[in-house]
DNA sequence: TGTCTTGTATCAACCCCTTGACACAAATAG
DNA sequence: CTATTTGTGTCAAGGGGTTGATACAAGACA
């Protein structure tokens, strides 16, 4: 399951534990990488793996399918909803949004275009 | 005072406003942007400017000395700390953590190295 | 000196997030 | 059908963040 592997905590963040699990699921989703009809990890499976309790995952799940992205059966499971719901956030888009939030954080610190496409060149080389 | 043109809350953001204040000061300081001797907003002026209670606002201060990037006196306002404080993070460094960060959510949605450098070619095109 | 500014401290009140436990409903698997 | 799995609902408890008001302490300023 590509959730299990991909949802990572940040324990230090502010951002709290059920937004963090809705968020990079969304974007998963959004992007692509959980095909539609993917299972997700059971509410109490994911909660062990991130050592949560599991109406802290449940809210997150229940928060996804709000917005149309999974669909739950009690007993058959969360999975990632058939209709690419109306999210226009293709894959590209997604990932526009990180860069043009990248260049909002870079630019507050007074950066130059060519400072921000070379730290993350290098940043490429040394990752 | 640049603090006051950079500081900008994102209410929808789930990082609770005193965090957002403290984190983006203490990366203007560790940046660079804010020199040292630079003085900040007041507590309140700043509070008044984002729409937060005084004390909101005294807390990220309080946190901002606690890490050595400032310097508060009662009566004579809150300054950048003239001893670059223990960090090590100067802003080539904090623009490679943005960059990094980056590269971490980019690659969670299976972006090619190719793809996170043209995502932000095209930003800076359009931005 | 006296006045203004600024940071600090405290308070009660409110809301949100999390936990841990338990029970329940509905679908699945045998 | 039965047992298991899974999502949901509830609950009390505790912790944090925010507000708004008030009061105080100490430097700046005239």
Redesign the interface.
């Known amino acids: 399951m590509t959730a299990e592997r ?1 949802v990572r905590l940040d324990p230090r ?4 534990p059920f ?1 963090q699990v809705r968020g ?1 699921i969304a ?2 989703i959004a ?1 692509g ?1 959980l095909p539609a009809g993917d299972r997700l990890p059971s509410v109490r499976q994911l909660a062990g793996d991130l050592d949560l309790a599991a109406g802290t995952v449940a809210r997150a799940y229940q928060e996804l399918e709000a917005a149309g992205l999974v669909v739950t059966r009690r007993g058959g499971g969360t999975r990632v909803a058939t209709t690419p719901p109306v999210t226009p956030a293709a ?2 888009q ?3 949004e ?6 909002t ?2 630019r ?4 130059t ?1 060519e ?3 070379a ?6 080389r040394s ?1």
Request: charged letters at 15%; zero cysteines; a negative charge.
């Open positions: 991909s963040s502010a951002v709290p937004e990079q974007e998963l992007a990488v894959r590209g997604v990932l526009a990180y860069a043009a939030a990248y260049l954080a870079g507050r610190l007074a950066a275009d400072e921000l496409l730290a993350v060149q290098a940043a490429l990752g």
